[in-house]
C-alpha cells in the first residue's frame, strides 16, 4: 500500500459531496451529476439554465479558492496531454452515452439503489480499473 | 425571497460543497485517482473512502424525500424512473471508464482543476464538452432518422 493513503480526509470530502447532493436534491428535487448538468446546457430547455450555471459557477468558484489556500491539492496528469485530450473525448462521449459518470451514478444512483446506476459504476469501475492497470503494465501514457 | 431565489442559492451552495469535497477528497490529484484504479500497482485505496462517505450521507437525504411529495423550493423531485439495463448505457459506462483510467479526471475532478491554470484540465475539459457535443449532434440524427423510418414504416402499413 503506497504512503499516499489519506482515508480521513477523503472520507470528509466525500461527506461534502454528499452534503452537496443532498442539497440540490433536497432543496430543488435536482440530480447532482456533474456530467447531466453540463450536458444539459449544450442542449438547454426553457427555464432549465439557470440553476446548472449557478450550480458550476459555485464549482469553480470553490476550485480557485482551494486552489489558492492548498495549492498541492490540484496536481498534473500522470498522462502527457495528448492522452488527457483522448480521455476527455472518451468521457464526454462515454458520459452522455450512459446518462452520467462517478456522482450521478456513483454517488446519488447508488444512493437510491437505481438498477442502472448500479450496473453503469460496476461497469466504469472495471474498465477503469482494466485501463489503469493496462498502461502501467505497457508503460505507457505518462 | 422567492421560493425560486432560494432555489438558485441552492444551486451555488450545492455547487460550492462539491467543489471543495472533490479537492479536499484527493479527486482533484489524477494521479492518485490512477494508484486507486490500478489495484494491481501500489493501490492506494483513499478513493473508496470518497464513494463511502459521499452515499452515507445522501442516503439519508433520499429517505428524506421519500416521504414528501415535492422538494422544498422547486414544484417536483427530477429524479430518474428508467430502470431497464440497454447497451447504451453499458457501453457509455465501459467508455467513460475507459477514459477515466486513461486520464485521471472524471467530469467533476476536471472542472475544478480548471482553477489551477494548468494545462491540463483545460485539454481535457474542452476534449470532454467536444465528446458530448458530438454525442448529442449524433443522437439527434439518429433519433429523426429512426423517426423518418417510423413513419416510412406506418405508410407502407
Known amino acids: 500500500m503506497t504512503q499516499n493513503f489519506t482515508p480521513f480526509s477523503s472520507l470528509a470530502g466525500g461527506v461534502l459531496i454528499g452534503l452537496a447532493a443532498s442539497l440540490l436534491l433536497v432543496a430543488s428535487g435536482r440530480i447532482a451529476g456533474i456530467s447531466g448538468i453540463v450536458g444539459g446546457l449544450l442542449a438547454p430547455r426553457a427555464g432549465d439554465r439557470a440553476w446548472r450555471l449557478l450550480f458550476l459557477s459555485g464549482l469553480i468558484g470553490a476550485g480557485l479558492v482551494m486552489a489558492a489556500l492548498t495549492p498541492s491539492a490540484m496536481t498534473a496528469s500522470p498522462r502527457t496531454l495528448g492522452w488527457v485530450a483522448a480521455a476527455g473525448i472518451l468521457v464526454g462521449v462515454g458520459t452522455r452515452l450512459g446518462n452520467g459518470c462517478t456522482s450521478g451514478h456513483g454517488v446519488c444512483g447508488i444512493s437510491r439503489l437505481a438498477p442502472r446506476s448500479l450496473f453503469a459504476t460496476a461497469t466504469f469501475m472495471a474498465t477503469g480499473v482494466l485501463t489503469a492497470t493496462l498502461l502501467r503494465w505497457l508503460g505507457a501514457g505518462s | ?157
Request: proline fraction near 4%.
Open chain 2, 1 to 157: 425571497m422567492t421560493a425560486r431565489a432560494w432555489d438558485g442559492v441552492a444551486a451555488v451552495g450545492s455547487g460550492i460543497l462539491f467543489g471543495v469535497g472533490l479537492v479536499l477528497s484527493g479527486m482533484t490529484r489524477p494521479e492518485k485517482v490512477v494508484g486507486f484504479l490500478d489495484v494491481g500497482g501500489a493501490w492506494d485505496p483513499s478513493l473508496a473512502f470518497v464513494m463511502a462517505g459521499a452515499i452515507a450521507v445522501h442516503v439519508l437525504a433520499y429517505r428524506w424525500t421519500r416521504a414528501r411529495k415535492a422538494p422544498l423550493f422547486t414544484a417536483k423531485f427530477g429524479i430518474p424512473s428508467r430502470r431497464d439495463i440497454d447497451v447504451k448505457l453499458l457501453l457509455g459506462a465501459g467508455v467513460f471508464g475507459v477514459g477515466w483510467g486513461m486520464g485521471g479526471y472524471c467530469p467533476g475532478p476536471g472542472i475544478v482543476s480548471l482553477a489551477s491554470g494548468a494545462a491540463g484540465p483545460l485539454v481535457f475539459v474542452a476534449a470532454m464538452l467536444l465528446g458530448m457535443l458530438v454525442t448529442a449532434k449524433l443522437e439527434q440524427l439518429s433519433a429523426a432518422s429512426s423517426d423518418r423510418n417510423g413513419q416510412q414504416r406506418a405508410k407502407v402499413v
